[in-house]
């Protein structure tokens, strides 16, 4: 019997949250994988795959309520916690855990695997990612 590896992981400091306005996102790339940073009203933070699952939405730019986030191509609906789809049939995002250290930065933990590119290119696959946004500065 094969058992696969468990996949390695590795933390991330993305910088300090009051760079992310509250109740907004902003995109970072983390190695070669564009993720996107929300910071909920409620001052929750969530990270998720940086585009959509349908066709590849700018989800940093999407409007976020509570724990759902709109995308703001078609408005297709993510639950920002699970990265499951609300009310349509697309793929469910991918979602990363972080958490804000003692000294206010964000804190994100991402799979090397992830890192490598072996499956970003799967979760960003036919999106244009040459002109990521950086939010609505
Ligand atoms: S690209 Fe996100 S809803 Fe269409």
Same mark, same amino acid.
């Given at each position: 019997?094969?058992?696969?590896?468990?996949?390695?992981?590795?933390? *991330?400091?993305?910088? /300090? !949250? &009051?760079?992310? /306005? !509250?109740?907004?996102?902003?995109?970072?790339?983390?190695?070669?994988?564009?993720? =996107?940073?929300? $910071?909920?009203?409620?001052?929750?933070?969530?990270?998720?795959?940086?585009?959509?699952? *349908?066709?590849?939405? /700018?989800?940093?730019?999407? !409007?976020?309520?509570?724990?759902?986030?709109?995308?703001?191509?078609?408005?297709?609906?993510?639950?920002?916690?699970?990265?499951? %789809?609300?009310?349509? &049939?697309?793929?469910?995002?991918?979602?990363? %855990?972080?958490?804000?250290?003692?000294?206010?930065?964000?804190?994100?933990? !991402?799979?090397? $695997?992830?890192?490598?590119? &072996?499956?970003?290119?799967?979760?960003?696959?036919? =999106?244009?990612?040459?002109? /990521?946004?950086?939010?609505?500065?």
């Amino acid at each position: 019997m094969v058992s696969a590896a468990p996949a390695a992981s590795q933390r *991330h400091n993305l910088g /300090p !949250i &009051e760079q992310l /306005p !509250i109740g907004e996102g902003r995109m970072f790339l983390v190695g070669h994988v564009p993720v =996107a940073v929300f $910071r909920t009203r409620s001052g929750q933070v969530y990270a998720t795959q940086a585009l959509c699952t *349908h066709k590849g939405g /700018p989800l940093a730019d999407g !409007i976020i309520g509570g724990q759902t986030l709109v995308c703001p191509l078609h408005a297709y609906k993510f639950n920002l916690s699970t990265g499951q %789809p609300i009310g349509h &049939e697309c793929k469910a995002l991918k979602t990363y %855990p972080l958490s804000v250290s003692e000294d206010g930065d964000i804190l994100l933990t !991402i799979s090397t $695997r992830f890192q490598s590119g &072996e499956d970003a290119a799967s979760s960003v696959a036919s =999106a244009d990612i040459a002109s /990521p946004s950086l939010g609505r500065d």
